[in-house]
T-cell receptor, first 109, second 116 residues
Framework: ELKVEQNPLFLSMQEGKNYTIYCNYS?????LYWYRQDPGKSLESLFV?????AVKQEGRLMASLDTKARLSTLHITAAVHDLSATYFC?????????FGEGTQLTVNP | DTGVSQNPRHKITKRGQNVTFRCDPI?????LYWYRQTLGQGPEFLTY????????KSRLLSDRFSAERPKGSFSTLEIQRTEQGDSAMYLC??????????????FGPGTRLTVT
């Protein structure tokens, strides 16, 4: 059974600081996704990572994938308050996505 | 707005009642998924349709749950004899095969079910 683990589960950081969220998964997969969720809202797609070594960047967020280590990272650069949300990684197996528990990020002024 | 839509957005029901939710996917997407999300957790897969065919069901989908996608367009998820443990956000997502095979799933706003 595919398991996806994220850490940390809770992250409180100051504006302007950098930090990394980690996503480990237990079995081979060729697709990894990062989503953002604001309280009471649905999931917003951030990144789709398709191959080993893939790196994608959008604004202050950068995601990478190492399929050999079964590890993806979401790096936050110079955090701003607007990034406060819960971030999920998800791994595809056949048609289904298996999600991690999520990382609740709070960026403090 | 051409995103995934879900109705109703909120549903409060008494234990033992039946409820039905509707999902309208993005129009050109032939794949449709249902997930359930409880508070503080990531979404959990329930079921998947390709066109009108239901190709996979999670063991989370007990006999009280049934999903349909007639004509391969909108989908409905019905829960019979609701229990308090069914209280959750029910999310629908849709996708199509992209040029890079990304199978990116786009999520709807969800239906929040509260069983009292």
């Amino acid at each position: 059974e595919l398991k996806v683990e994220q850490n940390p589960l809770f992250l409180s950081m100051q504006e302007g600081k950098n930090y990394t969220i980690y996503c480990n998964y237990s079995t081979t997969s060729d697709r990894l996704y990062w989503y953002r969720q604001d309280p009471g809202k649905s999931l917003e797609s951030l990144f789709v990572l398709l191959s080993n070594g893939a790196v994608k960047q959008e604004g202050r967020l950068m995601a990478s994938l190492d399929t050999k280590a079964r590890l993806s990272t979401l790096h936050i650069t110079a955090a701003v308050h607007d990034l406060s949300a819960t971030y999920f990684c998800a791994v595809r197996s056949l048609w289904r996505l298996t999600f991690g528990e999520g990382t609740q990020l709070t960026v403090n002024p | 707005d051409t995103g995934v839509s879900q109705n109703p957005r909120h549903k409060i029901t008494k234990r033992g009642q039946n409820v039905t939710f509707r999902c309208d996917p993005i129009s050109e997407h032939n794949r449709l998924y249902w997930y359930r999300q409880t508070l503080g957790q990531g979404p959990e897969f329930l079921t998947y349709f390709q066109n009108e065919a239901q190709l996979e069901k999670s063991r989370l989908l007990s006999d009280r749950f049934s999903a349909e996608r007639p004509k391969g367009s909108f989908s409905t998820l019905e829960i019979q004899r609701t229990e308090q443990g069914d209280s959750a956000m029910y999310l629908c997502a849709s996708s199509r095969i992209t040029g890079t095979g990304g199978y990116e799933q786009y999520f709807g706003p969800g239906t929040r079910l509260t069983v009292t």
